[in-house]
C-alpha cells in the first residue's frame, strides 16, 4: 500500500513537471498598502506614478502581491508614514521634502543650488554616493529605497513685489518646509525663514502671515496658489529628492521572481516621472503666465554665491567637503 502511494505521489510530480505548472501560483496572495502622506492632486506627477506603481505590481504578479495605494487617507504626515513603515503597518510608502529630516544621511541631497539639472540629479541618484546612502537606511532604519523621484526644481513666489534680484527678498517672511537647509538659505538670502506645516500654508498666505513661499511650478498649479501671489521668481533653488520605500522584511518575504517584478516596475516609474516632471515644469510656466503670474527670471549666480559660503560650511563640517563636491563636480 505504501509502494502504491509513493507511486502515485512520484507520477504526479513528473506530470506537473512535464506539463511545466508554474509553482509560484501557490502562494498566497499577500494584500499590501501604500500609504502616500501628501494631499497632492491626483493630476500630478507623483501621485500618478505611486498609484500606476501599485497598480503595475498587482498586474504583474497576477494578484500575489495586492498592492493598493492610499493617497493621504490612512496616513497624512510624514512622520508618521516612516513610523508605520518600520513597525509594518504599511508595507511601502513615500516622503514629501522632508527626506533630510528624516533621513539625516541624505542632507547632502537637499543643499540648495546642489543640482545643475535633471541629468545631474539622475547621473548622481546612480551613483555610489547615494547607493550608500541607501544602504544606511536599510541598516539604521529597516527600510529600503526601491526608487526615487522629485517635485522639480523649486521656486518663490511672493505677494507683496516680485524679486527680480537678490536684494529684493530682504525684509520677506517666506514660509518652508521643514528642511534645515532650505531654512538657512532663505535667512541668508535676506528673508526670514518661517516654517509653517502645508496644512496652514495657503491661508497663512491669504492671511498675511508670510509674504511667500517656495514650491514648484506643477505644485503652484495644482494648488492655485497664483490666484493668491502673482509674482514667481525662476530662482531654481532647491530640488528635493524623495524615495518610495519598502519595509525590509516585507522585501525579504516576496519570492526572487517577485522581487524582481517590484525592481523592475520601480525602475520604469523613476524614468517616466522624470519625463512628467520635466514636461510639466515647462508646460506650467507657461500656464503660470496665462493666469496672470509675473515672472521674473532675476540672475542666481549671487543666489548660488550665498548658498555655498553661508549654507554649505555648516554640511562640509557634518559631512566631509569633499563628499558634497564629489556631487557637485558628477557629470
Known sequence: MK??????????????????WNTSHVHAAKMLDYGDPLPDAMTM????????????????????????????????????????????????????????????????????????DYAHFHAVLAGPV?????????????LKVLFWFD?????????????GALSDLKGLKLRVMPSPPLAELVNS????AVPISWAETIPALQQGVVDGLDLPIVSFLANRVYEISKNMALTSHYF?????????????EFTP??????????????????????????EGLETMKKYGVNVTSPDTAPFRKVAQEKVYPKYYEKFGKELIESIVATK
Do not use: D
Not at 509502494?3 to 511545466?20: D, E, M, N, Q, W
Not at 512622520?79 to 542632507?107: C, D, H, I, W, Y
Not at 517635485?151 to 524679486?163: A, D, E, L, S, Y
Open 151 to 163: 517635485f522639480g526644481f523649486r521656486q518663490f513666489i511672493t505677494t507683496k513685489k516680485p524679486v
Open 189 to 192: 538670502l535676506g528673508a526670514s
Open 257 to 282: 521572481a517577485q522581487q524582481q517584478i517590484v525592481r523592475q516596475v520601480a525602475k520604469e516609474m523613476s524614468a517616466k516621472q522624470r519625463m512628467l516632471m520635466e514636461k510639466s515644469h515647462e
Open 130 to 142: 547615494v547607493k550608500k546612502m541607501e544602504e544606511e537606511i536599510e541598516k539604521q532604519h529597516g
Open 45 to 116: 506627477p507623483q501621485p500618478t506614478i505611486q498609484k500606476e506603481f501599485c497598480e503595475e505590481i498587482t498586474k504583474r504578479t497576477g494578484g500575489e502581491l495586492t498592492v493598493k495605494y492610499h493617497h493621504a487617507t490612512i496616513v497624512t504626515n510624514e512622520v508618521k508614514a516612516v513610523e508605520m513603515l518600520k513597525r509594518g503597518a504599511l508595507a511601502f510608502a513615500s516622503l514629501g521634502g522632508a527626506v533630510g529630516t528624516t533621513f539625516p544621511n541624505t542632507q547632502p541631497l537637499v543643499l540648495p543650488y546642489l543640482f545643475r
Open 3 to 20: 509502494r502504491h502511494g509513493s507511486y502515485v505521489a512520484a507520477l504526479l510530480f513528473t506530470i506537473i513537471a512535464l506539463l511545466g
Open 240 to 252: 528635493a529628492p524623495t524615495p518610495a520605500l519598502v519595509n525590509l522584511k516585507v522585501w525579504n
